[in-house]
């Protein structure tokens, strides 16, 4: 204690750059250990992660709107369940439902894959499949059917034009083309369902079917960008 108190100024003035240089050299090393994690895994982490690549402007495009069309579409088919699901057609709708879900698991698995934005539209699309399928089954299966027929004749055109713009394309997405074929034959399916379940003998058959239509590629164009 006498010892330290009877230093010359400038021997205290050394002993304190010391600690002080010290004091540095700790803080820097705590530092540098904090920036890479407290068991230095920080840097294999992020290598152990790699993000996907983005989807070109085209793949984009299609995942969005494809999966806004089938989350449609099971909402449709929901709609329709919840009137007819307990009738003669129940069964025949359950089935095409069942189909729609798989389209729309399988389009939300790519939305995550290819990290693509969903649309803006989604709630809507939600609420207006539901009211679609629902307010047509109250006109009757006939008019059910009908909305079936309307949909899956515009959404198998849809498909087949997608699958053209694939395979022109400079570099062909394998794996999208075969998605897209498989839902496209199975919407077909859907549509010939509907036709032989009597769509065409439903009220206002021409009417309702361009309605429809004309919603279905409205919110087709509106998916595709926003």
């Known amino acids: 204690m006498l010892r330290n108190i009877c230093r010359t100024p400038g021997q205290r003035l050394t002993l304190t750059a010391a600690a002080s240089a010290r004091w540095v050299h700790l803080s820097s090393n705590r530092a540098a250990t904090a920036a890479c994690g407290t068991d230095g895994k920080s ?5 152990q992660q790699p993000l996907r690549p983005r989807a070109n402007a085209l793949t984009d495009e299609i995942i969005r709107v494809d ?4 989350l449609g579409a099971d909402r449709i ?10 009738g003669p057609m129940g069964k025949t709708i359950e089935h095409m439902w069942e189909q729609e879900k798989d ?3 399988r389009f939300e698995n790519l939305i995550q894959q290819h990290r693509v934005r969903p649309t803006i539209m989604t709630p809507i699309w939600n609420v207006a499949g539901f ?3 629902a307010g047509t089954a109250l006109m009757g299966e006939k008019a059910a059917m009908a909305c079936t027929v309307a949909v899956e004749t515009v959404i198998v055109e ?5 699958l053209r713009q694939i395979m022109e394309s400079p570099n062909p997405d394998k794996e999208l083309l075969e998605t897209i074929t498989k839902f496209r034959d199975e919407e077909q399916e859907h549509h010939d369902t509907g036709i032989e379940c009597g769509a065409e003998q439903a009220p206002f058959y021409k009417a309702m079917t361009e309605v ?7 919110a087709i164009a509106i998916s595709k960008k926003i």
Request: a positive charge; glycine letters at 14%; charged letters at 20%.
């Open 212 to 218: 429809i239509k004309i919603g279905c590629k409205t």
């Open 131 to 133: 009211m679609l399928g």
């Open 158 to 162: 849809h498909y087949n034009d997608q």
């Open 67 to 70: 999966h806004a069309g089938e």
């Open 103 to 105: 389209h729309r698991k």
């Open 77 to 86: 088919y929901a709609g329709q369940m919840a009137i007819l699901g307990n």
């Open 43 to 47: 840097a294999a982490t992020d290598k």
